[in-house]
């Protein structure tokens, strides 16, 4: 699993891979490390840092399958954690309020999640999208690029479509 | 009126008709990044779903070789403790 929490100066988030062989707190391999294969990585430019807004956002990006060399989750347990393009794409998620005490990945003292703030769901990865080519914003449409701190009216990219 | 809410939402943003998250990030931002990672060479390529989990949301999107996670929490930055997903 990955734990996810930013950082008390407000500069970054720690993203910690652990495992956990049950209801305890997840335990922190030591040998992972930022170039290890299979990991989770932070995309900044998708991640908020400022205070000054009332919602976060934090993105991260991994492959796929893991890759044959992964030393991140028990090889036991390796194709649960592969993911697909297909339905049925089962997560296990879970949030605390309460930060840990240190700002390392590896730090103990974790709060148990808060109370209903857990659960497993499946998501759908085989929905496609495509570029609505003749969208037109307007009448109250106003998206809002945090990256650029602008309104996402670029009406050359419109807006996104499912395809049923 | 949240049902009102929810509609108009859905009207305005095909595709994460989420009220949060037409506050915070365009979908095709989050796409726009996810391009990159492979050969994709157009939108058409990448799949995903979005759910919401109160207070957050999950949005995963995909292409050819590699997934996006992307945690949207109607919370700010100090409020946020810890989030964990397992995969």
Do not use: C
């Amino acid at each position: 699993m990955v734990i996810l929490w930013p950082t008390e100066d407000e500069e970054s988030w720690i993203v910690s891979h652990r495992t956990a062989g049950g209801h305890a707190q997840p335990d922190f391999d030591p040998s992972v490390n930022a170039s290890s294969p299979g990991r989770w990585s932070l995309v900044p430019s998708l991640t908020s840092l400022s205070t000054a807004k009332d919602y976060t956002i934090v993105t991260l990006i991994r492959t796929l399958r893991l890759p044959a060399n992964q030393a991140i989750y028990p090889s036991s347990r390796t194709k649960y954690a592969n993911l697909a393009r297909a339905p049925g794409q089962r997560i296990i998620y879970a949030a605390s309020s309460q930060r840990p005490p240190f700002d390392k990945e590896s730090s103990t003292g974790l709060q148990m999640h808060d109370s209903k703030m857990h659960g497993s769901i499946k998501m759908d990865l085989s929905q496609s999208f495509i570029k609505n080519q003749t969208a037109t914003l307007g009448g109250g449409d106003t998206e809002t690029d945090i990256i650029n701190q602008v309104e996402d009216s670029d009406v050359s990219w419109g807006g996104w479509t499912k395809v049923s | 009126m949240p049902s009102l809410n929810l509609l108009l939402s859905f009207a305005l943003v095909p595709l994460l008709a989420h009220p949060v998250f037409t506050q915070s990030i365009s979908s095709t931002t989050l796409a726009q990044h996810l391009l990159p990672a492979s050969n994709a060479t157009n939108l058409s390529s990448i799949l995903g779903e979005q759910v919401d989990l109160n207070p957050f949301s999950l949005i995963l999107l995909a292409n050819e070789t590699h997934v996006q996670a992307t945690f949207n929490v109607s919370q700010p930055y100090d409020e946020v403790g810890w989030i964990a997903m397992v995969r």
